[in-house]
């Protein structure tokens, strides 16, 4: 992978595609990806609270993994229902945090993947058409 970030909704499916393709050629454990966090300071964005630090998704062994609140989960089932083949598996709700962690079966290709993911960081989080979102973790 020679790029780790991209901001346009097509640049950021292939990124999304090159990464889960780079992480599978590794074997690593899982890829992390990460909203920009300049994409908090917008005072226009409905999205994300800040004070819940930044949104970010990891992939792994045919499991996409997410932290989001209760208004976010209902959104997420909601996003799900345009892509049949992801389920969620498991909902954690530690006593320690806010929110919820959601583990979605996403045995699928990399291209479908990516869109989800997509429409999880625009939907779910709420975030404008033009987020920057960056592989932390590859």
């Known amino acids: 992978m020679t790029r780790f970030d991209a901001a346009d909704p097509a640049e950021r499916r292939k990124l999304y595609v090159d990464a889960i393709t780079a992480h599978r050629?590794?074997?690593?454990?899982?890829?992390?990806?990460?909203?920009?966090?300049?994409?908090?300071?917008?005072?226009?964005?409905?999205?994300?609270?800040?004070?819940?630090?930044?949104?970010?998704?990891?992939?792994?062994?045919?499991?996409?993994?997410?932290?989001c609140t209760d208004d976010e989960l209902e959104t997420l089932k909601s996003?799900?229902?345009?892509?049949?083949?992801?389920k969620i598996d498991?909902?954690?709700?530690?006593?320690?945090?806010?929110?919820?962690?959601?583990?979605?079966?996403?045995?699928a290709d990399p291209n479908r993947i990516a869109q989800c993911l997509?429409?999880?960081?625009?939907?779910?989080?709420d975030l404008p058409a033009d987020v920057r979102i960056w592989v932390v973790e590859l």
Request: aromatic fraction near 8%.
């Open 25 to 67: 050629n590794r074997g690593s454990g899982f890829l992390t990806l990460e909203v920009d966090e300049t994409a908090l300071d917008d005072s226009d964005s409905d999205g994300p609270d800040p004070a819940l630090g930044v949104p970010w998704l990891q992939f792994g062994d045919g499991t996409i993994n997410l932290d």
């Open 90 to 107: 498991e909902i954690h709700r530690p006593e320690d945090a806010e929110g919820v962690n959601v583990q979605i079966s996403a045995k």
């Open 79 to 86: 996003v799900l229902g345009e892509f049949p083949a992801f």
């Open 118 to 125: 997509d429409a999880i960081v625009q939907q779910v989080y």
